[in-house]
């Protein structure tokens, strides 16, 4: 996935914010600033466009399932202190549209992390019976 890609995605999504941090990683939180939390993180490789590597939340069951699967590995670091955090470095195993899905999934995990009053203002995690 190309850096300009992955921004632009990351961006579409509702309530999010981006900061460079760590080495000029692009880092995307779901939330209010100051108590939002991160979803997704994208490792540049220097200048050609082309990503090295994004780092996801993901459920466990997507961890068993991805974690050895070819340009898949456990997130370095996060998954290190018993985050459940993959890392994607290829398309070897599923193209940018299906990754989509899990980036996804993992802004929805993150959001599940906001308070219920921070996730109530931003409208998000609603039941059906909450929206009527």
């Not at 779901?30 to 490789?45: L, P, Q, R, S, Y």
């Not at 299906?98 to 921070?118: G, H, Q």
Request: net charge positive; proline share 3%; aromatic share 10%.
């Amino acid at each position: 996935m190309r850096r300009d890609d992955f921004n632009r995605f990351c961006r579409s999504l509702p309530h999010t914010s981006h900061v460079a941090q760590w080495g000029g990683a692009d880092v995307w939180k779901v939330g209010e600033e100051g108590k939002a939390k991160v979803f997704a993180i994208g490792m540049g490789d220097g200048g050609s466009g082309d990503w090295l590597a994004v780092s996801f939340k993901c459920s466990r069951m997507s961890f068993d399932v991805l974690m050895d699967a070819p340009g898949f590995r456990p997130a370095p670091y996060l998954a290190s202190r018993g985050m459940i955090w993959l890392q994607r470095t290829s398309q070897e195993s599923m193209d940018n549209d299906a990754f989509k899905a899990y980036l996804r999934e993992s802004y929805r995990l993150a959001s599940l992390n906001l308070t219920k009053a921070c996730q109530c203002r931003l409208g998000l995690n609603r039941t059906t019976a909450e929206r009527s």
